[in-house]
């Protein structure tokens, strides 16, 4: 009985670590982290109780056993010689609990039953989270579970990263597609199958490179590995064949159907084939090669397990912005060989090769159609893995390694009881002297069964105290978190037990000694004796720093407290040795600029800035700005501008920000030079001169301009405008008649010089170009209008009306120039025309209300209702599709008090459009209008339907309800 609630324990504990931790997004934070290594604590303590009970214990070697060890003792090592000695003991723990439940699985997986039904739990924790996450894809959700989601546009699941989410798919997929390869129900088949076809459509749509590239290896190992196997036991392949294509057809459909949906925020292409700009922002690279310096400074023994984060700072790429944080390599093996050395690396290379090959052999000695697929899918999924791994994290996702652990296990013990099954098989088949030899040796190699006695109860003890040991980490983080909090409420002498506790649970933890001199810090400028606090902080920053001392900030803060209290030498010290941990972050060199600019040491001073600034850009301006504040002069502070054009025009603009006009074109000027005369900074300058309309600085930029591309008109075109803007009509013109003799036969050239001949008055010299380009383009409508415009402007309507005849004889039949042709018959008084031509604009096209309500003035002239009425239900049938035109006339309606008219058409226009809830205010309003609060207010109450937040509706609704309640107290009043 004992024994069997310890393997439910255990089956439970197991289950639990499979399905919660990918639901917290993966389990990236610290209490995520505690929690898991508390589960498998707890069910290493159930499988030592039952092993007790038990009487022995039975274990298989396994391919991956000597290089754990291996690593674990290489771990030991490197513990001991790590630059910051309390993570990388965070990091040996969570390596040796992921052993230790990698041992537990292995040791629960003794029957056919456990390995199906734990593969058949991995199936459906993976298309569990595949269906929430398309079904929050298919939403379009910008959050996961209530937390905003950086990755739009991908399917992420219960994962902020979709490459992790991604790296979960790959390790469950081949498993599923093992599990159906060897299934023999049909039912179980084709459930199978729509799992595979879930998780396979959910891992495309997450868009992650590195995980087609891992499942495409996977895939193409599985299918060689099933036919190879296939082909030498005789047995036909097509049929297999033939499933794996329509399980393919099956992704693709789905894929087709939905990434390639509205509701698609991707490119699907951009992701397989990412352009040259997406490879440009890739950080990926820069990591990679910072890393490779790590290796190269320590390549025997590594930084230390789990220091990467504060290593690379050190490294700093400088592509990375200097507001960004880099935790992990992006590349698994290159930050195993910077925290643990070359030779980790090649130990880990060796146990994956040697694990591979293994499962390889065995795979090919038996026969057991289902296991032996299990077993080939195991080894896809841990190949999956591995090549993904190359270009991501994944075994630093708490979820994703438990998974990865699992399906080891899994794979292993696989093998191992195919391995025991033939032993079996051979013992009951066999009699020979010959052949029972054999099977001893066999059966001597796969059999270890060993008794629990008193020493295996005392080991299991000293493991276990062991691992409780490492419990006071997360005790201290606990009262680290209480004092964290009384301190950011400014309770700072109730936080310090609660620091002076974390520190005595946990003291080699730097942070809990930053945080306790920050608190001092801040005594210090609220309590007297400011001195004996900041020499207190002085002392928890330095042992900060003892304990981990490639962290800048610590240095930093050191600096800081030694510049209050007046150490000169110390705090430059300080301040040089956090520049010497982040040599590529500005901020430091900004902050021992300005205590070099402090203390009156100008020279130093500004060239640590001009560091700062060459880092970061944006710094220039509040950089600038403190200079001039401390009394520096323009020649002083100008030395901080680097020689690079980007520099020198951000310099421009801060200048220009500060209204130094003359200056800021000197710099432009510069930057300009420095790009090599670049065209974009050119342009840059220009837009700078337009704001501080600055036309002589303008065309000055534009000659030198034209000067260099002399074939392109537009900036002579700009010229031409500048001296426009000044109202130099002669010069304007001298410019485009240059232009007209150089190039007689561009049009642009004609229509831009006879539009100046119109606005500077010249309208006899406008209409000859005009006529001029409408003989050249008799098509083009606007040249008619223009045209018309001038003989307008000259009172000269004939000519006007003769030039819109020109137009319709020329083709022109567009209806805003039957239009015009109306609007001017009409103003001649010649209403006959007018309305014929109108006549001619409708039958065209013309769908503006403008031209409509003069046709109707026409019609109401003439008294005409029949043709009026026609009229209007014509408007109102072209612009049925375009409700919104058809508004002008409900207003026109109401205003003349055609109210009937007015809601007919309004209840035609919200029937059309139920769900605008502007149309329906507006109803509302004119049924209130005429006293029809019933219907007012049922409006509203649809409004409030379609939009549960719209003030006007529940304040009108609100006002109903008050007025309701003041009449029927009036009725009934209290006695």
Not at 213 to 231: E, R, Y
Not at 289 to 297: A, G, N
Not at 638 to 653: C, D, G, H, I, T
Not at 663 to 682: C, D, M, N, P, Q
């Amino acid at each position: 009985m004992w024994k069997t609630l310890c393997n439910l324990f255990i089956e439970v504990g197991i289950i639990a670590l499979i399905a919660i931790p990918p639901i917290f997004f993966g389990s990236i934070l610290p209490s995520h982290i505690t929690n898991i290594e508390l589960g498998i604590f707890c069910i290493g303590v159930f499988w030592c109780i039952k092993t007790l009970l038990k009487g022995s214990l039975t274990f298989h070697s396994a391919p991956l056993d000597l290089p754990i060890l291996l690593l674990a003792g290489l771990s030991l090592v490197n513990l001991a010689t790590s630059v910051y000695r309390h993570q990388t003991e965070g990091s040996v723990y969570i390596f040796v609990f992921y052993t230790l439940f990698y041992f537990f699985i292995r040791q629960q997986l003794r029957t056919t039953r456990r390995i199906v039904g734990l593969t058949f739990i991995l199936v459906l924790v993976g298309s569990g989270e595949a269906l929430f996450g398309l079904i929050q894809y298919l939403q379009g959700a910008t959050t996961v579970l209530g937390y905003e989601t950086p990755n739009i546009g991908t399917v992420n699941a219960t994962y902020f990263s979709h490459n992790h989410f991604a790296g979960l798919l790959i390790l469950i997929l081949p498993v599923a597609v093992g599990l159906f390869a060897g299934a023999i129900s049909i039912e179980k088949k084709l459930f199978l199958f729509m799992l595979i076809g879930l998780m396979g459509t959910a891992l495309v749509l997450s868009l992650s490179r590195g995980a087609f590239l891992g499942m495409g290896v996977a895939t193409f190992g599985f299918v060689i590995f099933f036919v190879t196997k296939q082909i030498r036991e005789g047995e036909h392949v097509w049929k297999t064949l033939m499933t794996l294509i329509l399980i393919g057809i099956v992704c693709v459909a789905g894929i087709t159907y939905i990434g390639f949906s509205p509701i698609a925020h991707r490119s699907l292409l951009r992701s397989f084939v990412p352009d040259a700009a997406t490879l440009e922002k890739e950080i990926r690279f820069p990591l990679w090669r910072s890393s490779v310096q790590i290796v190269k400074d320590f390549p025997i023994f590594g930084s230390g397990l789990g220091t990467f984060e504060f290593m690379i700072d050190r490294y700093r790429p400088l592509e990375l912005g200097q507001q960004q944080e880099a935790v992990y390599a992006h590349n698994d093996y290159l930050q195993l060989s910077t925290e643990m050395g070359i030779p980790a690396l090649l130990l880990v290379l060796w146990g994956l090769w040697r694990f591979l090959w293994r499962m390889a052999r065995t795979y090919f000695a038996h026969e057991d159609p289902l296991l032996s697929a299990i077993l080939l899918g195991g080894m896809g999924s841990c190949v999956a893995i591995a090549v993904q791994s190359v270009f991501d994290f994944n075994m630093h996702i708490p979820a994703n390694a438990l998974l990865c652990c699992v399906i080891v296990a899994l794979t292993t013990a696989t093998s191992e009881f195919l391995a025991i099954g033939r032993t079996r098989v051979r013992k009951s088949r066999r009699h020979g002297h010959d052949e029972h030899r054999e099977i001893v040796a066999e059966a001597h190699e796969d059999d270890g069964t060993f008794r629990a006695s008193w020493r295996f109860a005392l080991i299991s003890l000293v493991v276990l105290f062991i691992l409780l040991f490492h419990f006071r980490q997360p005790l201290a983080s606990r009262d680290y978190s209480r004092g964290k909090t009384a301190h950011n409420q400014a309770d700072f002498f109730a936080a310090l037990p609660w620091y002076e506790k974390a520190i005595r649970l946990d003291p080699g933890n730097a942070l809990f000694y930053e945080s306790r001199g920050q608190l001092y810090i801040e005594l210090a400028g609220r309590a007297p004796h400011a001195d004996k606090w900041y020499r207190f902080a002085l002392a928890e920053f330095r042992k900060a720093s003892a304990l981990n001392a490639y962290y800048a900030p610590y240095h930093y803060q050191s600096g800081w407290v030694y510049a209050m209290l007046n150490m000169e030498k110390e705090a430059i010290e300080a301040y040089r040795e956090a520049i010497a941990c982040e040599p590529n972050t500005a901020f430091y060199y900004e902050a021992l600029g300005m205590y070099y600019v402090s203390l009156n040491r100008i020279e130093e001073g500004l060239n640590a800035l001009q560091n700062a600034v060459r880092l970061d850009l944006k710094r220039l301006g509040p950089l600038i700005t403190a200079c001039q504040e401390r009394g520096l002069e323009f020649e002083r502070y100008q030395q901080l501008v680097p020689q690079e054009a980007e520099a020198r025009k951000s310099f421009a603009e801060v200048l220009a920000a500060q209204k130094q006009w003359e200056k800021s074109k000197v710099e432009y000027r510069h930057a300009i030079e420095l790009s090599g005369k670049s065209f974009t900074y050119y342009q840059i300058m220009l837009k700078a001169c337009e704001q501080r309309k600055d036309v002589a600085c303008q065309r000055e930029l534009l000659h030198e301009m034209a000067q260099q591309q002399p074939n392109n008109l537009e900036h002579a075109f700009r010229i031409a405008e500048t001296f426009e803007k000044e109202q130099r009509w002669d010069e304007a013109q001298q410019v485009y008649q240059t232009l007209l003799e150089a190039h007689p036969e561009d049009d642009s050239i004609l229509n831009r010089l006879a539009n100046l001949y119109a606005r500077s008055g010249s309208i006899a010299q406008a209409i000859a170009l005009h006529e001029k380009l409408v003989a050249r383009r008799p098509t083009e409508n606007r040249l008619y209008h223009e045209l018309a415009e001038l003989y307008r402007q000259r009172q000269n309507f004939s000519s006007a009306q003769n030039v819109y005849q020109r137009a319709i004889e020329a083709g022109c039949t567009q209806p805003d120039i039957y239009s015009a042709l109306g609007q001017l018959y009409q103003q001649q008084g010649d209403e006959k025309l007018a309305l014929e031509a109108y006549r001619k604009a409708i039958e065209s096209g013309e769908d503006r209300f403008a031209i409509y309500q003069k046709i109707a003035t026409l019609y109401e002239k003439q008294k005409n209702v029949i043709e009026l009425s026609f009229l209007w239900e014509q408007y109102i049938l072209m612009n049925k599709q375009h409700l919104e035109n058809i508004m002008p006339l409900v207003r026109q309606y109401r205003a003349q008090g055609e109210w009937l008219k007015a809601i007919t058409l309004m209840k035609e226009i919200v029937a059309n459009a139920p769900t605008n809830a502007a149309y329906r205010s507006f109803l509302a309003d004119m049924y209130e209008e005429k006293g029809m609060m019933a219907e007012s207010l049922e409006q509203y109450e649809r409004i409030l339907r379609i939009q549960p937040n719209h003030q006007k509706a529940k304040q009108k609704l609100a006002q109903a309800n008050r007025k309701r309640k003041n009449d029927e107290s009036i009725a009934d009043p209290p006695r």
